[in-house]
Nanobody, 129 residues
Framework: QVQIVESGGGMVQPGGSLTLSCAASESTLEYYAVGWFRQAPGKEREGVSC????????YYADSVKGRFTISRDHTANTVYLHMSNLKPEDTAVYYC??????????????????????WGQGTQVTVSS
């Protein structure tokens, strides 16, 4: 069983920045796509961004494009989500996840949540003045 752990959430004012981290118990993050998702109260979980283990451009949802950046540190087996110019509508629990199949989960124009298998417990991000 792969253990996924997110960290870095917190409360920030509108316009502020946060960087979330996603770590795994095994070298899973190096060989699989990693996706970031979020779920606000009363809403469905939605895809935010993903980074493939292949040479593909990272995917960003339109709502975060230009404000969020996903990156991978192979040495640390960690994936980061740097969030800037945060808005109140970014408030949600943010989850990191990986697929169970290599090459799945992250494409140029989509982030299919159904292809993800291992999930972390989530980290709360609150954007409020």
């Amino acid at each position: 069983q792969v253990q996924i752990v997110e960290s870095g959430g917190g409360m920030v004012q509108p316009g502020g920045s946060l960087t979330l981290s996603c770590a795994a118990s095994e070298s899973t993050l190096e060989y699989y796509a990693v996706g970031w998702f979020r779920q606000a109260p009363g809403k469905e979980r939605e895809g935010v961004s993903c980074i493939s283990n292949l040479s593909r451009t990272p995917y960003y949802a339109d709502s975060v494009k230009g404000r969020f950046t996903i990156s991978r540190d192979h040495t640390a087996n960690t994936v980061y989500l740097h969030m800037s110019n945060l808005k109140p509508e970014d408030t949600a629990v943010y989850y990191c996840a990986t697929p169970i199949v290599m090459g799945y989960g992250c494409y140029d124009a989509s982030l299919p949540i159904d292809e993800y298998h291992w999930w972390g417990q989530g980290t709360q991000v609150t954007v409020s003045s």
